[in-house]
């Protein structure tokens, strides 16, 4: 019977998962030659090749595909029984975890810190990321996400709606008064950001000539739109607070998403996970006005 290093596991699916070993690396943490190593590891214990190495990338041969389904349940297994086991946990001490993006994560620190001030034997871990961690396999307990349809197995609250709007230099303004909308210079928005409701706007509205940057970040949006690098999409509590940039108006509609404060039924049964829910969805909602942009613009 094989031996199996569960940890050279991890490796092994999400290079699946991503179709290559860079980009694997990169959602590791490590570097390339370390998830080269541990794949070919755990290929040499089970004695089979998993993966054809194409110029395109990594793609499961017809046994490593059957052998990797069978890894994700077992793993689907574990994070399940990780996560009753967590949740189980009666005690308000330990570490919970709570992820957002880069431009989410300043309206909420507050909420944490009093969180933390009132629970001193709670560590709180906040982790920065533009994209989606994943709640079932316990990448966080709390995830604080802007969407219009939030994962239906998740328990959630929407805190309010994170609205949007086109900011740009007084000067870049003033230089485009006379121009159509389809003309002006543009900072636009790589993924995941594309997905989102200010993405599909953009994709609508923005012909792809007029871009002349993007980013897969709304912080770095606001500053290229700050250098006067274009005009940009950008969450109101984010552009609204700067006073460089200035709100543009007699565009239509703008895109809205709800801004939800999402967990796992499971760790929910956690005290320390629902007392932190409760603190960052108070200190959230508090927030309401930025995040909507109904202060002036």
């Given amino acids: 019977m094989h031996k199996y290093r569960w940890s050279d596991l991890e490796y092994v699916l999400t290079v699946a998962a991503t179709g290559s070993v860079a980009a694997a690396a990169r959602e590791l943490g490590v570097n390339h030659t370390t998830v080269l190593r541990r794949v070919h590891a755990f290929e040499e214990t089970i004695n089979l090749r998993l993966f054809e190495r194409l110029r395109s990338g990594y793609r499961p041969t017809t046994e490593g595909g059957l052998f990797l389904d069978a890894a994700r349940a077992i793993e689907s297994t ?8 967590a949740g189980s946990d009666t005690a308000l001490s330990g570490l919970v975890s709570v992820t957002s993006t ?13 969180f933390q001030s009132r629970h001193p034997s709670v560590v709180v871990d906040v982790r920065v990321a533009n994209v989606h961690l994943n709640l079932d396999r316990r990448e966080s307990d709390i995830a604080i996400r802007a969407s219009n349809n939030p994962p239906a197995h998740l328990v959630g609250r929407q805190v309010c709606e994170l609205r949007f709007g086109v900011y740009a230099r007084p000067d870049l303004i003033g230089g485009n008064g006379g ?15 594309a ?34 690098a274009g005009f940009a999409m950008l969450p109101r509590h984010l552009g609204d607070r700067e006073p460089r940039l200035v709100r543009v108006g007699g565009l239509g509609r703008m895109p809205a998403s709800g801004l939800w404060l999402l967990s796992h039924e499971d760790m929910l049964r956690s005290p320390r996970v629902r007392a932190a829910t409760d603190f960052l969805y108070r200190g959230l909602r508090a927030k309401r006005a930025a995040f909507e942009g109904t202060g002036a613009g």
């Fill in 102 to 114: 880069d431009s989410i994560v300043p309206m909420f620190v507050d909420a944490l810190a009093a």
């Fill in 195 to 228: 997905g989102s409701s200010a993405g599909e706007w953009m994709v609508k509205n923005v012909p792809a000539e007029s871009i002349g940057f993007q980013s897969n970040s709304f912080m770095t949006i606001r500053d290229l739109a700050v250098s006067g």
């Fill in 78 to 85: 574990l994070a399940d029984l990780e996560r009753k086991v």
């Fill in 179 to 193: 121009r159509a909308m389809e003309q002006w210079p543009w900072v636009g928005m790589e993924m995941p950001l």
